[in-house]
């Protein structure tokens, strides 16, 4: 996805009670066109073995828009989730220094679906400030991503 998508992220970050702590936060458009990109990319799965197609948009902190869809294999273990899959998408495409600002999660069906434990530790890795948007139990939720991993790690 290039174009009016690429650009369009311009999110801000607004300050709490101690300076040192920054919360992204997206505007209601930017949600939608994050939201909206990872949709389109669950129409490229492939799923032939659990037919849960999931698709996922990541959003850098340079402004720029990476899409992944999962992709299943017959050796289970080889199976790479969408999430992880726009994420190195990114890294492959900005270096090793690339940042997540925010991350949306897309299902074909029409329930919950938050990133996986995996795919939590990759997101904090590269984003430990990172939003994350998935379909929770009554609709949209917006959750950093500490708040879904309070105990990411790092080895750096």
């Known amino acids: 996805m290039n174009g009016l998508l690429d650009t369009i992220f311009v ?14 936060t997206l505007e209601t458009k930017q949600q939608e066109q994050l939201l909206s990109a990872a949709r389109a990319a669950f129409k490229n799965a ?9 698709g996922a948009a990541v959003l ?8 992944g869809c999962n992709v299943e294999n017959a ?27 925010a991350v949306a999660v897309a299902t074909e069906r029409d329930g919950p679906c938050a990133p996986c434990g995996a795919c939590r530790q990759v997101i904090f890795e590269f984003g430990p400030d990172a939003l994350i948007l998935f379909r929770g139990q009554s ?6 991503i500490t708040e879904l991993l309070p105990e990411g790690f790092r080895l750096l």
Request: aromatic share 8%; proline share 3%; charged share 20%.
């Open 11 to 24: 999110g801000t970050q607004e300050r709490l009670e101690n300076p040192l702590d920054m919360r992204i």
């Open 46 to 54: 492939h799923a032939p073995y659990s037919n849960f197609r999931v």
């Open 75 to 101: 050796s289970y273990g080889l199976t790479i989730c969408a999430e992880r899959n726009a994420i190195f998408a990114a890294v492959a495409a900005e270096g090793t220094g690339m940042r997540i600002k």
């Open 139 to 144: 609709g949209t939720q917006q959750m950093e």
């Open 60 to 67: 850098t902190e340079r402004g720029t828009l990476y899409h």
